[in-house]
T-cell receptor, first 116, second 116 residues
Framework: EPEVTQTPSHQVTQMGQEVILRCVPI?????FYWYRQILGQKVEFLVS????????KSEIFDDQFSVERPDGSNFTLKIRSTKLEDSAMYFC??????????????FGPGTRLLVL | AQKVTQAQTEISVVEKEDVTLDCVYE???????LFWYKQPPSGELVFLIR??????QNEISGRYSWNFQKSTSSFNFTITASQVVDSAVYFC?????????????FGGGTRVLVKP
């Protein structure tokens, strides 16, 4: 069964460094998302992406964040200058199209980011 | 703005007991989708069930069942005859069909602990 994959599974970085989190959505999906979950807290929406542009972004998604779909398969989240509070699990999700069944978002296993 | 509330932070049961998880949502849209996701200790988010706002018929799928009531804006989820493997955090989520980004808004989660 197709699934969303994410790399790396864990990343440790120093404050101020740039990180790129990678995702490969399910191949026939058109809508892509990034969410984050600070340890012990709820899952929060960061950004949605469709047709090579951002559809919606949250207040969390400030100028330090960017997303890109550099080729036909990868979907990346870049954090330019990481802060301690960026430490979280980052989930990528995708869904096929619109309509109930098609809108079910399937999540990747997550990347746990630790900023020191 | 959309909002999802899961008032129960943690529920502890003994194996084979039924567990009901409460979810209350707020939305101004007339067309929306509701979801339940499971997050086991390994951390991934696993899709369980979905419902659209036009279909209040309650269903059973294996050991899972749900009770959707628009009048009270509730979407409760029941695990029948719980098993130790059901121990996880369960998230209720909402997406508004007409929103630009189709983002999911999650509740705070309910941790379920099933003891043998």
């Amino acid at each position: 069964e197709p699934e969303v994959t994410q790399t790396p599974s864990h990343q440790v970085t120093q404050m101020g460094q740039e990180v790129i989190l990678r995702c490969v959505p399910i191949s026939n999906h058109l809508y892509f998302y990034w969410y984050r979950q600070i340890l012990g807290q709820k899952v929060e929406f960061l950004v949605s992406f469709y047709n090579n542009e951002i559809s919606e972004k949250s207040e969390i998604f400030d100028d330090q964040f960017s997303v890109e779909r550099p080729d036909g398969s990868n979907f990346t989240l870049k954090i330019r200058s990481t802060k301690l509070e960026d430490s979280a699990m980052y989930f990528c999700a995708s869904h096929k199209s619109l309509g109930l069944a098609e809108e079910t978002q399937y999540f990747g296993p997550g990347t746990r980011l630790l900023v020191l | 703005a959309q909002k999802v509330t899961q008032a129960q932070t943690e529920i502890s049961v003994v194996e084979k007991e039924d567990v009901t998880l409460d979810c209350v949502y707020e939305t101004r849209d007339t067309t929306y989708y509701l979801f339940w996701y499971k997050q086991p200790p390994s951390g991934e988010l696993v899709f369980l069930i979905r419902r659209n706002s036009f279909d209040e018929q309650n269903e059973i799928s294996g050991r899972y069942s749900w009770n959707f009531q628009k009048s009270t804006s509730s979407f409760n989820f029941t695990i029948t005859a719980s098993q130790v493997v059901d121990s996880a955090v369960y998230f209720c989520a909402l997406s508004e069909a007409l929103a630009a980004g189709n983002k999911l808004t999650f509740g705070g989660g309910t941790r379920v602990l099933v003891k043998p």
